[in-house]
């Protein structure tokens, strides 16, 4: 996903965006079914959602970050769903395996890592996900 929106980015097609877009939405599918391990009993450690679900959510935010070829609102939807996506991977990592009691510590640390970098950035979209965190 994230070779081909650097294709689509440097040939400016907006063919590869939909197949990337398409790669996106098929891989937070699977990793929502297949990779959460939702049939494990709450709060047990499994090691394979501490591996996956950071670098997922990382390859979110690389490919949010190649994601526009224009600046119009259709670009802005895509670009902010990409970074929602990555979001949601780092959320549900400390959702399922953080303990309970630090949680909250955890969610208000990440609210403000994603607001100075949102203002480091440049990227205002990002503050509506720390918002949306720290409620």
Excluded: C
């Amino acid at each position: 996903m994230l070779i081909v929106a650097a294709l689509g980015r440097a040939l400016e097609s907006p063919h590869l965006q939909v197949q990337y877009a398409l790669l996106g939405a098929l891989t937070f599918y699977r990793v929502i079914i297949v990779n959460l391990h939702l049939e494990a009993p709450a709060y047990v450690h499994v090691r394979m959602r501490l591996l996956t679900l950071p670098i997922l959510g990382a390859v979110f935010y690389l490919t949010a970050k190649l994601t526009a070829l224009r600046d119009d609102h259709q670009q802005r939807t895509i670009r902010g769903l990409f970074a929602a996506a990555g979001s949601a991977f780092i959320a549900l990592l400390i959702w399922f395996e953080v303990p309970e009691l630090w949680q909250p510590l955890a969610f208000i640390a990440f609210a403000v890592l994603l607001s100075e970098a949102a203002r480091a950035i440049k990227y205002y979209s990002i503050t509506i996900h720390s918002h949306a965190l720290s409620a």
